[in-house]
C-alpha cells in the first residue's frame, strides 16, 4: 500500500508565507497526479491546487498568483508554497495523490492525514 505523510503547517500572520510538504511512502511503482485540497471548519472539501506528473499545474480562484504547487518525482513528494496568506485561507490541508501500486499495478487514490494552516489577522 501507500502512505501520505505531510508536514509544515501552522499558525502565521495575514501576509506570511507557509511551505506544506507532502512524502509518499510504501510499495509505490509510480504515482500519477498529485493535489492539495483544504477544508474550512463548516466548509466541504475543496481543491486547492493539482499537478500532473509531467508538471502541469492548475490552481482555485482563489489562490492564483499566491500559492505554487511542485513535485519532485525522485522523492516522491509535492509542496505547496503558500505566499501572501489570508485568514479565509484557514483550514485543514489535505494531500492527494493516484499512486500505482508496485506488483499488482492497481489504481489507488491516496490521502493525507491533514495538516492544520491557520492564518490569524
Known amino acids: 500500500q501507500a502512505q501520505l505523510v505531510e508536514s509544515g503547517g501552522g499558525l502565521v500572520q495575514a501576509g506570511g508565507s507557509l511551505r506544506l510538504s507532502c512524502a509518499a511512502s510504501?510499495?509505490?511503482?509510480?504515482?500519477?497526479?498529485m493535489g492539495w485540497y483544504r477544508q474550512a471548519p463548516g466548509k466541504q472539501r475543496e481543491l486547492v491546487a493539482h499537478?500532473?506528473?509531467?508538471?502541469?499545474?492548475n490552481y482555485a480562484d482563489s489562490v492564483k498568483g499566491r500559492f505554487t504547487i511542485s513535485r519532485d518525482n525522485a522523492k516522491n513528494t509535492v509542496y505547496l508554497q503558500m505566499n501572501s496568506l489570508k485568514p479565509e485561507d484557514t483550514a485543514v490541508y489535505y494531500c492527494n495523490a493516484g499512486v500505482i501500486i508496485r506488483g499488482t499495478l492497481r489504481y489507488l487514490e491516496a490521502w493525507g492525514q491533514g495538516t492544520l494552516v491557520t492564518v490569524s489577522s
Open positions: 499537478i500532473t506528473s509531467d508538471g502541469n499545474t
Open positions: 510504501g510499495s509505490i511503482f509510480s504515482i500519477n497526479d
